[in-house]
């Protein structure tokens, strides 16, 4: 099946510092990724959709200058959370549809999560 | 959550008994899915359902949709301990990058 992985898959940073988390398809190429998300026994929430090649569309409530999302290519996006502070703190998971096929119709294959604790 | 409630919020059963776990959402879609995360993980993605089906079988797993009422249940039947995680409907719209929006989640507790 479709792989997504993850990096880091945790990460401990200082207030005031920025931190890249990457987000990479295996076996697949995506046209789209999408991040996401999820404070402790919490749904996840959609931060932004990330289209190869052009910029993100980001959710209502989520300030694009501190989450920088660019997708270089069709197997990696990253997303930057700049001058992280505690309560960005969170589990971030990132997924990505396949570039093949009714866009629709296509499931998403999610990554394993990054940890994020911001001290 | 950005689409919906799920219901229960938490559910405990016994091995072997039948889990069901409800969805309701706001908006038209074109499809609903019903995903498993494990405490700390990423997602599974367990079942599709299109706005024109209203039933969908896969292994222990039993979907319904109800369009009218904008309304999903998830039957697991025959449980197991490790089916102990959290599932959460997704829709996906027929507009605006067709994105996936998540329910809050049942949390399911399998007693063995």
């Known amino acids: 099946g479709a792989v997504v992985s993850q990096h880091p898959s945790w990460v401990i940073c200082k207030s005031g510092t920025s931190v890249k988390i990457e987000c990479r398809s295996l076996?697949?190429?995506?046209?789209?990724m999408f991040w996401y998300r999820q404070f402790p026994k919490q749904s996840l929430m959609l931060m932004a959709t990330?289209?190869?090649?052009?910029?993100?569309?980001?959710e209502q409530g989520v300030e694009k200058d501190k989450f920088l999302i660019n997708h270089a290519s069709l197997t990696l996006s990253t997303l930057t959370v700049t001058s992280a502070h505690p309560e960005d703190s969170s589990f971030y998971i990132c997924s990505a549809r396949s570039a093949s096929g009714s866009e629709v119709l296509k499931v998403q294959y999610f990554g394993p999560g990054t940890r994020l604790t911001v001290t | 959550s950005q689409q919906g409630e799920e219901d229960p919020q938490a559910l405990s059963i016994q091995e072997g008994e039948n889990a069901t776990m409800n969805c309701s959402y706001k908006?038209?879609?074109?499809?609903l899915q019903w995903y498993r995360q494990n405490s700390g993980r990423g997602l599974v993605h367990l079942i599709l359902i299109r706005s024109n089906e209203r039933e969908k079988h896969s292994g222990r797993l039993r979907v319904t949709l109800d369009t009218s009422k904008k309304s999903s249940s998830l039957l697991i039947t025959a449980s197991r301990a490790a089916d102990t995680a959290s599932y959460f409907c997704?829709?996906?719209?027929?507009?605006?990058?067709?994105?996936?929006?998540f329910g809050a989640g049942t949390r399911l507790f399998v007693k063995a």
């Open positions: 990330s289209n190869e090649g052009s910029k993100a569309t980001y």
């Open positions: 908006t038209s879609i074109n499809n």
């Open positions: 076996d697949f190429q995506a046209t789209t």
């Open positions: 997704a829709t996906v719209g027929n507009t605006g990058g067709f994105k996936t929006i």
